[in-house]
């Protein structure tokens, strides 16, 4: 019976060891960010699923997206947005054996009395994915997953780019 409860308190003993090692390492759960705005203006309809995903991740950060330019503290312009396919390789037969997926996207935010606040800048993502004949509907379905993990991607890296704006600075040229 003593033994038991021994194994108990090790278990527990370790569990907490492992617990402090992950926190001196700096390891922390990807929380909310702290956005320098309450308020913005997104220039894109909430209908396409890639701009429901980034609308999403605004509002997950506390962001309230306004219907209005004018009740926004900033405006949000997603521009440019582009998917593409490129041949990485060929097979003897001569037929692509792997493509490169990329996804960009260009955005501008400013002010709503027009200043900028950071100019246009651009954020691409890139992924490899092999490709076989014999395989279609199975690698249509992971071409579509890389997509859409893609613009998550890209959702995640500008809420990120966006939470690092200092509205107090100077309008950028």
Same mark, same amino acid.
């Given at each position: 019976?003593? @033994?038991?409860? +021994?194994?108990?308190?090790?278990?527990?003993?370790?569990?907490?060891?492992? #617990?402090?090692?992950?926190?001196?390492?700096?390891?922390?759960? *990807?929380?909310?960010?702290?956005?320098?705005? /309450?308020?913005?203006?997104?220039n894109? @309809?909430?209908? =396409?699923?890639?701009?429901? &995903?980034?609308?999403?991740?605004? =509002?997950?950060?506390?962001? $309230?997206? #306004?219907?209005?330019?004018? +009740?926004? =503290?900033? @405006?949000?312009?997603?521009?440019?947005?582009?998917? +593409? *396919?490129?041949?990485?390789?060929?097979? &003897?037969?001569?037929?692509?054996?792997?493509?490169?997926?990329?996804?960009?996207?260009?955005? !501008?935010? =400013?002010?709503?009395?027009?200043? #900028?606040? *950071?100019?246009?800048?651009r954020i691409? $993502?890139? &992924?490899?994915?092999t490709?076989?004949?014999?395989?279609?509907?199975? /690698?249509?379905? +992971?071409?579509?997953?890389?997509?859409?993990?893609?613009e998550?991607?890209?959702?995640?890296?500008?809420?990120r780019?966006? !939470?690092?704006?200092?509205?107090?600075a100077?309008?950028?040229?």
């Amino acid at each position: 019976m003593n @033994s038991g409860n +021994e194994t108990t308190r090790r278990r527990l003993l370790l569990a907490g060891l492992a #617990t402090f090692g992950l926190a001196g390492c700096g390891f922390h759960l *990807r929380g909310q960010l702290d956005m320098p705005f /309450k308020r913005a203006y997104l220039n894109a @309809s909430r209908n =396409e699923r890639f701009m429901n &995903r980034i609308a999403r991740q605004l =509002e997950i950060n506390g962001v $309230v997206l #306004t219907e209005r330019l004018n +009740e926004a =503290e900033v @405006s949000i312009r997603l521009f440019n947005i582009k998917r +593409e *396919r490129d041949i990485l390789s060929l097979n &003897r037969a001569g037929k692509a054996r792997e493509y490169r997926l990329q996804t960009t996207l260009n955005y !501008a935010v =400013e002010r709503p009395d027009g200043t #900028t606040v *950071r100019p246009a800048e651009r954020i691409a $993502v890139r &992924r490899d994915v092999t490709y076989d004949d014999t395989q279609l509907l199975a /690698k249509d379905q +992971e071409e579509a997953m890389l997509y859409r993990d893609m613009e998550d991607d890209i959702a995640q890296q500008l809420v990120r780019r966006l !939470a690092a704006i200092k509205l107090d600075a100077p309008a950028a040229q």
